[in-house]
C-alpha cells in the first residue's frame, strides 16, 4: 500500500463491513463500518455529497450489509439530534482516523477545537496547526474529510468570510452554520463576531 498526501489507509479486505442509513432533514446520511463486534466508522456520507450513499457503498464497499450496532446506534441518535439543532458533543471515539494521512489528521482533529457556532478560516486554521503557509493544503484535507460533521469541516470558511464549499453541498454548509447559531450579512458574508 502506497501512502500519499491523498491516499486513504484501507483495512485488510477480510474484516467486513456494515452501513445504516440515518435519516434527516436535509436528506438520508450514511453510516459505514468495519467490524461486527467492535465497530470503527470509516465513512459518514452527507446528502447530496457526490453520487450518494449507494453509489459509494456498490463503489467503494461491494460486500458492505446493511446492519445495525448498539455503538452505532448512539452515535446516529446523537448525530440525529444534532441535525434537530440540539448542541451536542460529537465525540471522535468511534472513527477510524487510522484511514486519514498524518497531516489530514492534525487538520481534522483541530476542527474538532472550533466550536458550536463559530467559524475559522483556512488559513487560520493552518497557522493553529503550526503551518501558516498551507492554507490550500489543509483545504485538500479537509475536502477529503471522510467524517463530516463529527469533524466539522462545514466551520472552515474562506478568508474572505464567504462559506465556500462543502461535501455536502453549499447550501448544506450554510443551513448547518445557521442552525449552529452563526449568522450572515445581507450578502452572505459571515459576521465579524462568528470569527474564532
Excluded at 471522510?146 to 469533524?151: A, G, K, Q, R
Aim: some cysteine.
Amino acid at each position: 500500500m502506497i501512502k500519499g498526501r491523498g491516499d486513504v489507509k484501507k483495512k485488510p479486505e477480510s474484516l467486513p463491513y456494515y452501513w445504516r442509513l440515518l435519516p434527516s432533514a436535509l436528506g438520508d446520511m450514511g453510516i459505514i463500518w468495519a467490524g461486527k463486534h467492535n465497530p470503527s466508522i470509516v465513512r459518514i456520507v452527507l446528502p447530496g455529497e457526490g453520487a450518494g450513499i449507494f453509489t459509494l457503498i456498490d463503489e467503494q464497499y461491494p460486500e458492505a450489509s446493511e446492519d445495525s450496532h448498539e455503538k452505532i446506534e448512539k452515535m446516529c441518535e446523537t448525530l440525529g439530534r444534532y441535525l434537530r439543532g440540539e448542541a451536542v458533543r460529537l465525540l471522535p471515539t468511534l472513527l477510524d482516523m487510522d484511514r486519514c494521512y498524518d497531516f489530514q489528521k492534525k487538520v481534522l482533529m483541530k476542527t474538532a477545537e472550533i466550536h458550536r457556532g463559530k467559524v475559522l478560516s483556512y488559513g487560520g486554521l493552518a497557522e493553529k496547526i503550526g503551518a501558516p503557509c498551507a492554507a490550500r493544503a489543509v483545504g485538500t484535507s479537509l475536502a477529503r474529510n471522510p467524517f463530516p460533521l463529527v469533524l466539522p469541516c462545514h466551520r472552515v470558511i474562506k478568508a474572505s468570510g464567504y462559506p465556500g464549499q462543502f461535501g455536502g453541498g453549499a447550501d448544506t454548509k450554510i443551513k448547518l452554520l445557521e442552525m449552529e447559531g452563526v449568522r450572515f450579512e445581507e450578502g452572505g458574508k459571515i459576521k465579524a463576531p462568528f470569527f474564532w
